[in-house]
Nanobody, 120 residues
Framework: VQLQASGGGLVQAGGSLRLSCAAS????????MGWFRQAPGKEREFVAA????????YTADSVKGRFSISRENDKDTIYLQMNSLKPEDTAVYYC??????????????WGQGTLVTVSS
């Protein structure tokens, strides 16, 4: 499956952004999907994930209560709603398929990344 992430940009602290990730595969609804981020000089970290049909979701403690993940299976798209953004949320955000337990499977597909910059 090919993934196309979008929606990043520059926002002031306290602001909001919504990221989107469109998938190219018709079996999209079967996949757990997720978001990860990588800040400059840091390792990639898990942000949020959502199951395929039941849409059960979970988020990392660092973004809990501020970020939420959702999906529209009829549009083959997942979203990451980011509220109350902080400068430490600045990173390149990646979407991925086949995310289990906060980790991508070896066969996971990745989007190209979208940059989120939060100014103080």
């Amino acid at each position: 499956v090919q993934l196309q992430a979008s929606g990043g940009g520059l926002v002031q602290a306290g602001g909001s952004l919504r990221l989107s990730c469109a998938a190219s595969r018709r079996a999209f609804s079967n996949y757990y999907m997720g978001w990860f981020r990588q800040a400059p000089g840091k390792e990639r970290e898990f942000v949020a994930a959502i199951s395929g049909r039941t849409k059960d979701s979970y988020t990392a403690d660092s973004v809990k209560g501020r970020f939420s993940i959702s999906r529209e299976n009829d549009k083959d798209t997942i979203y990451l709603q980011m509220n109350s953004l902080k400068p430490e949320d600045t990173a390149v955000y990646y979407c991925a398929s086949k995310v289990v337990g906060g980790r991508p499977l070896p066969s996971a597909s990745w989007g190209q990344g979208t940059l989120v910059t939060v100014s103080s």
